[in-house]
């Protein structure tokens, strides 16, 4: 007798829940992540991958239970700067991890609560109303700059003089930013005067101008008469002339005026073919008859 072959037992499926895979996690806690970045004034979609893809930190409360430890902090801000995060991010940055402490604020009498907040402006609304009181005050210490202007509003999120000196006592934020400035095009004595403002430089010398030797007196020019004057100038002796002689006509004036007659004895420099090619070019424009005879007769 044949023996019967067993049947394969189907594979077991898993008791437990599958393992999500990272991109999911990423995708998952972004939403809560972003807020929880945004509110603390540090979000940057750089600084969210390193968090989540080096960090496998997926939710606000993995990241407080992390950044309790003062050598993870450490590792995280050097990371954080390698990835991008950079002067004021950077510094805001450090003291939500408790490494620098911030600028302690006075505090304002209590004011009776508003019924809803107002909308906040978007950067772009900010960028624009940042641009008058800055650039007075940029070129009011020489370094005005449009490239200098972009950086620090667009970067820095500075969108006014009070911001600037804010930022300006953090040493670190100086050095970037110097740094920042230097690569966007700031050269030269502008350099000298912006680190002058960051207090890196007393004074800034100036360059001493050449003194230019005194111009000579120029004889006073000959007035240049414009087309029109040319014209009436030359017409009113020109007008008289032709009349007497039989062949006043305007445009043919008008030729005679392009072949540089301006008075009647310019006339006898016209060659023949001259004549004969101003004759052509006055027909056209209608002088016919008696008037191109007489034209003819007074060269003989």
């Known amino acids: ?48 991958d390193l968090i989540t893809d080096e ?3 997926y939710s606000p409360e993995e990241f407080e239970e992390e950044k309790s430890d003062p050598d993870w902090v450490d590792t995280f801000l050097i990371d954080a700067k390698q990835c991008g995060v950079m002067g004021k991010q950077a510094t805001t940055l450090a003291v939500f991890c408790g490494k620098k402490k911030g600028k302690k604020k006075k505090k ?28 007075k005050f940029l070129r009011a210490n020489e370094i005005w700059q449009i490239d200098l202007f972009d950086l620090m509003v667009d970067q820095y999120q500075i969108y006014s003089v009070d911001d600037f000196n804010e930022y300006k006592e953090d040493d670190d934020w100086v050095d970037d930013f110097l740094l920042e400035a230097k690569q966007c095009g700031v050269m030269g004595q502008k350099v000298k005067y912006l680190e002058k403002l960051c207090g890196r430089r007393k004074n800034v010398k100036k360059k001493k101008k050449k003194k ?23 017409r009113s002796k020109m007008e008289p002339f ?16 392009e ?7 310019d006339l006898n420099s016209l060659s023949k073919s001259d004549r004969k090619e101003i004759l052509q070019q006055a027909k056209q424009k209608g002088l016919i008859g008696g008037k191109v005879k007489k034209f003819k007769a007074y060269f003989g």
């Open 259 to 265: 072949w540089e007659i301006y008075q009647p004895s």
């Open 242 to 257: 032709m009349s007497d002689n039989g062949f006043w006509h305007k445009d043919l004036f008008l030729i005679l005026l």
């Open 212 to 234: 230019q030797a005194p111009k000579k007196k120029e004889a006073p020019k000959e007035k240049v008469l414009s087309p029109e004057e040319i014209e009436n100038k030359a």
């Open 108 to 135: 304002k009498a209590p004011q009776k609560p508003k019924q809803s907040k107002p909308k906040q402006k978007d950067h772009e609304q900010l960028r624009i109303e940042a641009r008058a009181p800055l650039e």
């Open 1 to 48: 007798k044949k023996k019967k072959k067993k049947k394969k037992a189907a594979p077991k499926k898993p008791s437990g829940p599958r393992p999500k895979d990272p991109e999911d996690l990423k995708r998952e806690g972004r939403p809560k992540l972003e807020k929880y970045m945004r509110d603390n004034g540090i979000w940057q979609i750089d600084l969210f």
């Open 55 to 57: 960090y496998q930190i």
